[in-house]
């Protein structure tokens, strides 16, 4: 199996100001990637994608950046509101190995009215 | 679109009892589901993967004559817990992905079904 996270990191932002949460990923064969947000109690929520072949990829409010050299993702959040408050997670997968996703640690994101 | 339910939603049993967990895709057919758990605080960890009329493929370390998982049909997976102990106490998500979506490769989450043994 992949990283399995033991304990969350956490953040805090004030209301307004923008977030970025980071990812360490293990596999440098993982060639796709998504972010998800998931509140207390709930299922994890898709946030965006990006694939190996790309550095960047922009969504509505959020920015997520690869860096496959340092196997290091990110999540930036603009203009962070308090319904960003969750758990944010990173997931990889490697496209011929079936499909499976395995989730990085996680980072509790608190935004602060 | 691309919905994923699950039920229940949350379950309470005695020790020793067998609890089962549905998966449902609502609006899209999926011939792979996945099944994790996750502990409070803690990320989701992956059990295995659910393939509709075959066996499923379970990751390293999990029991498969303790977690049954049935791919019945294209919209339904079970995950049962046999013999539950209070140890198998955790929030069990699925997630299935949807062939048909402009991104195949993306699962989505069913809200999750907490289990606790009593």
């Known amino acids: 199996g992949e990283s399995v996270g033991l304990h969350l990191p956490t953040l805090s932002v004030q209301e307004g100001d923008n977030s970025i949460i980071n990812c360490a990923y293990s596999n440098s064969a993982s060639d796709y990637f998504i972010w998800y947000k998931q509140e207390s109690g709930k299922g994890p929520q898709f946030i965006i994608d990006i694939r190996s072949n790309m550095d960047k990829r922009q969504g509505q409010r959020v920015t997520v950046l690869l860096n496959k050299t340092v196997k290091h993702l990110s999540l930036q959040i603009a203009a962070t509101q308090p319904g960003d408050s969750a758990v944010y997670f990173c997931?990889?997968?490697?496209?011929?190995?079936?499909?499976?996703?395995?989730f990085g640690t996680g980072t509790s994101l608190t935004v602060i009215p | 679109g691309a919905v994923v339910s699950q039920h229940p939603s949350r379950v309470i049993c005695k020790s020793g009892t067998s609890v089962k967990i549905e998966c449902r895709s609502l609006?899209?057919?999926?011939?792979?589901m996945f099944w994790y758990r996750q502990f409070p605080k803690q990320s989701l960890m992956l059990m295995a993967t659910?393939?509709?009329?075959?066996?499923?493929?379970?990751e390293q370390g999990v029991e498969k004559d303790k977690f049954l998982i049935n791919h019945a049909s294209l919209t339904l997976s079970t995950l049962t817990v046999t013999s539950a102990h209070p140890e198998d106490s955790s929030f069990y998500i699925c997630s299935a992905r949807d062939p048909s979506g402009h991104t195949t490769d993306t699962q989505y989450f069913g809200p999750g079904t907490r289990l606790t043994v009593l």
């Open positions: 997931a990889e997968n490697i496209r011929d190995t079936g499909n499976q996703f395995y």
């Open positions: 609006d899209f057919q999926a011939t792979t």
């Open positions: 659910s393939n509709e009329g075959s066996k499923a493929t379970y």
